[in-house]
């Protein structure tokens, strides 16, 4: 069974669409709320929830209490969540996807709707360049929400990763390829 939020109208009358966006980290994992309303981005919230070092199930329970206190807060109907990347030391890289596990358990227990980016698509999204620095991000960030600061460096990536799955995920801007094929790197119908 899925339950939804009501859905958000604006003053407008346009619908307005709530995204969470996650990017997670054993140590620190980064939120960042924000709406959407037809073409308009506007910033919500975002931080950081920091974990003790310490035993690893309960690491990784503040991961998930506290975007389930996030997600509790802002009701969002999506998350939008940043994929592992392979680290060149494999423990950190297991360690990395549990802390995304318990972020995407959040995010379902909680009845969003979960969709994940990798950190060349977000960064593609916001910035223009899949290889673009993090200060890039921040900037672009900062710009697009229209914020008095540039957010702090994981809850700027968060909400890169909402601002991706706004002008991304939500079927807006993206090739439709259901009942198409690729072949030779080429679409058929």
């Not at 958000?8 to 140590?27: E, K």
């Not at 200060?135 to 929400?145: G, I, S, Y």
């Not at 991706?164 to 198409?180: D, E, I, S, V, W």
């Amino acid at each position: 069974m899925c339950i939804h939020p009501p859905l958000l109208m604006s003053n407008s009358g346009s619908a307005v669409i709530r995204i969470l966006g996650i990017d997670p980290g054993l140590r620190v994992t980064g939120f960042g709320v924000i709406d959407k309303t037809g073409n308009k981005l506007s910033y919500v919230a975002s931080g950081c929830i920091r974990t003790e070092v310490g035993l690893l199930p309960l690491r990784l329970k503040t991961i998930l209490d506290g975007l389930g206190e996030v997600i509790a807060t802002y009701h969002p109907e999506h998350a939008a969540v940043e994929e592992v990347f392979v680290n060149v030391n494999p423990k950190s890289t297991l360690l990395l996807g549990q802390a995304r596990g318990a972020a995407i358990c959040a995010a379902v227990s909680n009845h969003l709707l979960v969709s994940e980016y990798t950190a060349l698509q977000v960064k593609q999204a916001v910035v223009g360049n899949g290889h673009a620095k993090k200060e890039q991000v921040q900037e672009m960030v900062k710009r697009l929400l229209s914020l008095g600061g540039e957010p702090q460096a994981d809850a700027a990536d968060a909400l890169a990763c909402a601002i991706c799955h706004a002008h991304g995920g939500l079927g807006l801007g993206k090739l439709a390829t259901q009942g198409y094929r690729v072949k030779g790197g080429r679409l058929i119908g």
